[in-house]
């Protein structure tokens, strides 16, 4: 079961990058400009991702089937996927037959226009975003064993699907098969992960079912400990740890946005530096999640 779970999580990582490389192809025709499409669908992909994770990170401690949820969120990616170059067109067909022309020369034009676009691949982002707390929960009630390992190599097999995806989105799958068919290539894959995860979920039975003990004490507690100084003092490092989260994402990617311009001077061309900017990112995201597979349970002092 492990193997399937991590060649799932692989899979879904593919198919999820090649969703965020073919989004800026679609968002560059919609708004006319390719490098700021590409700052679109990272703005909207990973607050998405953020926002899936926010909704059901603390819910996942106690679902009783975290890996069917998983199985129904990777569903509900690939069902949308399916039928996302024809939302594509018919919102393209009513955003320039009506709404442009009636806001034509407006400053509410371009945040309208963003605004459809950031709106057509939220809702897919935040399912994605459900997907890692999902897996972690049902994976690590199977397998309770080595949290930090079992975390590390998720991480890495999510990370390293998704620097492949990245790569053969654009420049293999987007000459064979276009925008319409690179788009029904990710969403095959979401509906076979869901496939997979189901059948092996409904294998295994209980073991990955029941809620952790104690209602999630064999997992960090999603939420600030309190009362007594011990408690005050935990809380306090506990929201200090969130914002230097915070500011270590704000700066990896300025670092990711400036990287694509700088590439785009190299290379001539914006979409493929952005294909190779993420997959190279992406990757080194990988390779040190596989680096601390086998440290992050033996280091005394993680802070």
Same mark, same amino acid.
């Given at each position: 079961?492990?193997?399937? !779970?991590?060649?799932? =999580? ?6 999820? #990058? ?11 025709? =919609? ?6 499409? @590409?700052?679109?669908?990272?703005? $909207? ?8 994770? +926010? ?19 990777? #569903?509900?990616?690939?069902? &949308? ?10 919102? @393209? ?33 935040? !399912? ?27 991480? &890495? ?9 990245? !790569? ?26 869901? *496939? ?45 740890? *969130?914002?230097?989260? =915070? ?17 785009? +001077? ?16 992406? +990757?080194?995201?990988? *390779? ?10 033996? $280091?005394?002092?993680?802070?």
């Amino acid at each position: 079961m492990k193997t399937v !779970l991590y060649l799932a =999580f692989f899979l879904s990582g593919g198919a999820g #990058l090649i969703y965020e490389t073919i989004w800026s192809r679609y968002l560059g025709l =919609f708004v006319g400009h390719t490098a700021y499409a @590409q700052v679109i669908v990272l703005t $909207i992909f990973l607050g998405g991702l953020s926002l899936g994770a +926010l909704l059901v990170g603390e819910r996942s401690e106690r679902t009783r089937r975290p890996l069917l949820w998983y199985a129904g969120a990777e #569903l509900g990616v690939g069902l &949308f996927g399916l039928f996302f170059h024809e939302a594509f067109l018919g919102l @393209q067909g009513v955003a320039y037959g009506s709404v442009f022309p009636a806001l034509a020369g407006s400053p509410l034009l371009i945040p309208v226009k963003w605004g459809l676009v950031g709106a057509l691949i939220l809702p897919p982002s935040v !399912l994605l975003g459900t997907t890692f707390p999902f897996m972690s929960a049902g994976f690590l009630r199977s397998f309770p064993g080595h949290p930090g390992r079992v975390l590390s190599l998720l991480y &890495f097999c999510n990370s390293f699907g998704a620097a492949v995806g990245a !790569l053969v989105a654009g420049f293999v799958l987007l000459g064979m098969f276009g925008l319409p068919g690179t788009v029904l290539t990710a969403a095959v894959l979401n509906v076979s992960v869901a *496939l997979l995860v189901w059948a092996a979920d409904k294998r295994s039975g209980a073991a990955s079912g029941a809620p952790l003990a104690g209602g999630g004490s064999e997992a960090p507690s999603a939420s600030p400990p309190s009362g007594g100084g011990e408690g005050v003092e935990r809380g306090s490092l506990w929201r200090l740890l *969130l914002w230097v989260s =915070f500011g270590t994402a704000l700066a990896s990617f300025i670092y990711e946005i400036a990287w694509i311009r700088m590439l785009s +001077l190299v290379l001539g061309t914006a979409t493929h530096s952005f294909e190779i900017m993420l997959s190279a990112f992406i +990757l080194g995201l990988a *390779l040190g999640a596989f680096w601390m597979r086998a440290r992050a349970d033996r $280091i005394t002092d993680p802070l």
